[in-house]
């Protein structure tokens, strides 16, 4: 769903789920009726801030409201918890749903690999 090849879902999901830095993490699942998981949303809380991370949603499902749903979902449970700030980073194709939101550009960054 965010771009992680097939081949590195398992120990992606298994870096996840050992990750607590020194904040709370919420996860969010977006399911169908069916139980199925179409979207997901990771949001990490400390002193005040939440960044929000694998915000994705299946490309069948895409353009349905199902992103920003767990985005503004993420967002009201971190609100709950005290946090002020929201704080992202963004492929162009999640960037109008975040414009929508609230959000703004305030930096640009290029992942480089070798």
Do not use: C
């Not at 097939?6 to 069916?34: W, Y």
């Not at 749903?69 to 009201?76: F, H």
């Not at 194709?93 to 414009?99: A, H, L």
Request: glycine share 14%; no cysteine.
């Amino acid at each position: 769903m965010s771009g992680i090849p097939a081949g590195g879902v398992a120990a992606t999901i298994e870096r996840e789920k050992a990750f607590t830095g020194d904040g709370t993490v919420l996860r969010l699942a977006g399911r169908l009726d069916n139980g199925r998981v179409v979207g997901t949303a990771v949001a990490w809380l400390s002193h005040g801030l939440v960044t929000l991370y694998f915000v994705g949603t299946q490309p069948e499902h895409r353009r349905r409201g199902i992103g920003a749903a767990l985005t503004r979902a993420a967002l009201d449970l971190a609100g709950e918890r005290g946090a002020r700030a929201a704080a992202l980073t963004s492929s162009p194709i999640g960037e109008p749903v975040y414009r929508r939101l609230g959000f703004r550009p305030v930096g640009e960054f290029r992942v480089l690999t070798f």
